[in-house]
């Protein structure tokens, strides 16, 4: 158990739904960093979050956005969602926003899209 | 740009073989890191081992064994005397470089699925 959870655990919804994943980082770890997994394009870096505040984008479309809350927790939001939005979203969580951190990861939301 | 290779798509093997799951990366960062990751068929991302880029010191941990080589770009994962609970795809990862702005992002490879027959 990495101590990140992440919650649902499944999520099934429609085109053009939008859903909230949520992360829980372990204690004390200040930077949470979202992925998707997806079969053609792997897993690939979507947003990094420190301490609140935006710190990093990766190849996140503009249908997603994310936020961190005061309490750290944060919460992906996926909208207008299409069939290619299918995938295993990861959630990690690191002590600061460092190179030098081992980001350890949650459990994943499996998304499906029909 | 930076990237992370990992050519060997499946590797299948019997019970007790020794066997090794190759990683080459792309950087022009002079200090970087690099780690492991397990998924096993459950599906939670397993860290393994960091390694930076100035340790180029083999590491074995039990069965596993770690060997990176700065010259040739590459960070080699050995499983030896595997076992059927082995089974899992494998990630090597690269900590993102200070160009572009990202902050410690990963570059995972596409990954190594690895089966271990009884």
């Known amino acids: 158990d990495s101590g990140v959870t992440q919650t649902p655990k499944h999520l099934i919804t429609a085109t053009g739904q939008r859903v909230t994943l949520r992360c829980s980082p372990r204690s004390g770890d200040l930077s949470v960093y979202w992925y998707q997994q997806s079969l053609d394009q792997g897993l690939q870096f979507l947003i990094q979050?420190?301490?609140?505040?935006?710190?990093a984008k990766g190849n996140i479309l503009e249908r997603f956005s994310a936020q961190q809350f005061p309490d750290l927790h944060s919460e992906l939001n996926l909208s207008s969602l299409e069939l290619g939005d299918s995938a295993l979203y990861f959630c990690a969580s690191s002590p600061r926003t460092s190179r030098t951190d081992t980001q350890y990861f949650g459990p994943g939301t499996r998304l499906t899209v029909l | 740009a930076q990237k992370v290779t990992q050519a060997q798509t499946e590797i299948s093997v019997v019970e007790k073989e020794d066997v090794t799951l190759d990683c080459v990366y792309e950087?022009?960062?002079?200090?970087?890191?690099l780690f492991w990751y397990k998924q096993p068929p459950s599906g939670e991302l397993v860290f393994l081992i960091r390694?930076?880029?100035?340790?180029?010191q083999n590491e074995i941990s039990g069965r596993y064994s770690w060997n990176f080589q700065k010259s040739t770009s590459s960070f080699n994962f050995t499983i030896t005397a595997s076992q059927v609970v082995d089974s899992a795809v494998y990630f090597c990862?690269?900590?993102?470089?200070?160009?572009?702005?990202?902050?410690?992002?990963?570059?995972f490879g596409k990954g190594t699925k690895l089966s271990v027959k009884p």
């Open positions: 390694r930076n880029s100035f340790d180029e």
């Open positions: 950087t022009r960062d002079t200090t970087y890191y």
């Open positions: 990862a690269l900590s993102g470089g200070w160009d572009g702005g990202s902050q410690g992002n990963l570059i």
């Open positions: 979050y420190y301490n609140g505040e935006e710190r």
